[in-house]
């Protein structure tokens, strides 16, 4: 039993980023966060955050262990510390895109650092770096518990007719192509706070959650279990996000490598950096900007908007009817979270199902809390996600344990 006051490190590692924050448990205050962005390049950056002050240090050609141990020393230090001591952090949260079969956290071992290796054919920027990071860790504190928190676990409930594709049985099984789904803590904890505003058990509802941010994925759950996402194998499927296609004709791939020269190497960058909001607008993959674009008459914009709506609308209607009906629809993530226009074209025309979001409860909401009018039959909800929250879970019922 570990006594109050327990600092806590959570790192993600991206392909050519690291971010990180420290928190205190048990209640999972925030004490200091950052982020080392364009690692390996000639402008690799660091950013520090400590309540209201900010750093910001150049760190030219760094990867990702001189990032790591430029963290060690910003946590350490006189004015940025939050710490004196590494060792006083007593526990690291890895957090993972692909965990494959993983259906929950798993204390790091060296064999769940191969496996997470072993799953970088499905995401491999992401998991690459995530074990460069983790060995790091484990060498830089060796005392701390380390535990891996998985985005893609909270979905392993998805039964096998929605999660296998129309692809050869023995080639799915052999090469492990199924969905796994992602942002699984994110969903956990909207799903879970949706259950707490509207004063109901968990497990006695049924939530579509739409994590809409620069990657987008929108998730049916019945009774706290994940039955189907919008995202696949990969992050990659699902709803246009900010640079990424999202779901299209596989015969797409093909004509475009054929007929725009772009290599078997190249395909992966280009569906997930060139398409999207940015490609379909042509003007930005921030939604702030389209929107802000299609206020002003912006015509590719407007269509760029109707288009992320139209396909975020077609998720809910497929999920409330898979799940015979839902009690709340839930919205978090950037766009979710700040864009009432969004909210307001997704949930428009549901009066057939006797639900109405209320325009000015849409406008004003700060935070989390209802968004639909008094009589509305499914409930309309916005939850600014927390992942770390769920993390920092882990990570202090374990160290309980331990
Ligand atoms: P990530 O998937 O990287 O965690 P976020 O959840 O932070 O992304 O979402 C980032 C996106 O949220 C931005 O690209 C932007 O498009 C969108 N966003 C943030 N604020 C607003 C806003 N006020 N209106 C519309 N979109 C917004």
Not at 123 to 151: C, K, Q, W, Y
Not at 254 to 278: A, P, V, Y
Request: one cysteine or more; glycine letters at 8%; proline letters at 3%.
């Amino acid at each position: 039993m570990k006594s109050q006051n327990v600092k806590v490190l959570i790192i993600n590692a991206g392909s050519s980023s690291l971010k990180y924050s420290v928190l205190e448990c048990p209640g999972a205050t925030p004490l200091a966060k950052g982020i080392a962005e364009r690692l390996n390049t000639a402008t690799a950056c660091f950013n520090h955050r400590k309540g209201d002050q900010k750093w910001t240090w150049d760190i030219p050609s760094a990867n990702h262990g001189d990032a790591i141990r430029k963290m060690l020393n910003v946590l350490t230090g006189a004015n940025t510390g939050v710490i004196t001591n590494t060792s006083e952090l007593q526990a690291v949260g890895h957090r993972i895109v692909h965990g494959g079969k993983y259906s929950g956290p798993a204390v790091v071992t060296d064999e769940v650092v191969t496996d997470i290796e072993s799953y970088a054919i499905y995401a491999p920027l992401h998991n690459r770096a995530a074990a460069v990071g983790i060995r790091l860790m484990r060498e830089m504190l060796p005392h701390s518990l380390h535990m891996t928190v998985f985005d893609t676990s909270f979905h392993r409930t998805i039964p096998p007719h929605a999660h296998l594709y129309g692809v050869q049985y023995e080639l799915a099984q052999k090469l492990g192509i199924r969905r796994y789904g992602f942002h699984g803590s994110s969903h956990q904890y909207v799903a879970e706070r949706t259950a707490e505003l509207m004063k109901k058990p968990l497990d006695s509802i049924k939530i579509i959650t739409c994590h809409l941010g620069a990657g987008s994925s929108i998730t049916a759950i019945d009774r706290g279990r994940s039955v189907d996402t919008s995202m696949g194998m990969t992050p990659l499927e699902g709803v246009v996000m900010g640079t990424r296609t999202g779901s299209m004709d596989p015969a797409i791939v093909e004509l475009l490598m054929k007929h725009e020269n772009i290599s078997i190497d190249q395909i992966d960058e280009f569906m997930n950096r060139k398409n999207g909001l940015q490609g379909l607008s042509g003007i930005s993959s921030d939604m702030r900007d389209i929107v802000e674009a299609a206020q002003k008459g912006h015509p590719r914009a407007k269509l760029t908007l109707d288009i992320h709506n139209y396909q975020v609308r077609k998720y809910i209607g497929s999920y409330h009817f898979i799940l015979g009906g839902v009690d709340a629809i839930t919205f978090t993530a950037g766009i979710g979270e700040n864009s009432d226009y969004c909210r307001a074209e997704i949930c428009k025309d549901m009066d057939f199902l006797k639900t109405k979001l209320d325009p000015e409860k849409n406008k004003a909401i700060r935070g989390e809390g209802f968004i639909n009018t008094k009589d509305s039959k499914i409930k309309l909800l916005v939850v600014p996600t927390n992942e770390e929250l769920i993390i920092t879970r882990v990570l202090w019922d374990n160290l309980q344990k331990s």
